[in-house]
């Protein structure tokens, strides 16, 4: 029979959900001084839904860098899942025109996408666009079969680079 773990069931890091404390949405200065009306509220997350917010539950990042993964991953994914084809088969209808499939919102997104580009350089926005934007975890961007010091360095790499788009943005970072 194995001994018991000393460890506490809440700082297990293997399980997926942990408690955080998140601004509240529905805050309103109007009503700053009342109780029923916080700044900040408990919350659950899911620490396994991306790699950010697992590398941000272990403290691997600060607020600022899950800042800017945050609105990267928002603006890759407003290029990449919003778009939709013409369907030149439908009927036109009088005086309708056809829907634009490019949104503004995309052409924003995509133009901010265009100047990130070139200040993290090809190796560090395909890392970024990888873990921020698609999804995968440092395990899967490095090498199957890659050392602890191969994750290690992408880890490291990814920080640096979302550092650099926090100076873009105007985040604030812990320095």
């Known amino acids: 029979m ?3 773990s000393k460890r506490k069931p809440a700082a297990d890091p293997h399980r997926s959900l ?15 001084g009342d109780r029923t009306n916080p700044r900040v509220i408990p919350a659950i997350i899911n620490i396994k839904e991306s790699a950010i917010t697992m590398l941000y539950s272990r403290g691997r990042l600060d607020d600022a860098q899950l800042a800017a993964a945050s609105k990267f ?6 290029v990449c899942r919003g778009t939709r084809a013409i369907d030149y088969g439908r009927e036109p209808v009088d005086g309708g025109k056809r829907a ?12 901010q996408l265009r100047r ?14 990888r873990i921020c934007g698609e ?10 079969g890659s050392s602890k ?9 990814l920080r640096s680079c979302l550092d650099t788009l926090c100076e873009l943005w105007g985040i604030a970072t812990r320095r």
């Open 2 to 4: 194995p001994a018991p």
């Open 18 to 32: 942990r408690a955080v404390t998140v601004e509240n949405p529905f805050y309103s200065r109007a009503h700053s």
């Open 73 to 78: 991953r928002a603006l890759w994914e407003a």
């Open 100 to 111: 634009d499939p490019i949104s503004e919102r995309q052409m924003h997104a995509a133009d």
């Open 116 to 129: 990130v580009r070139p200040l993290l350089g090809e190796q560090g926005y395909w890392l970024v666009s």
């Open 135 to 144: 999804g995968y975890s440092l395990g899967e961007v490095v090498r199957p």
């Open 149 to 157: 010091r191969a994750k290690l360095n992408a880890a490291d790499d």
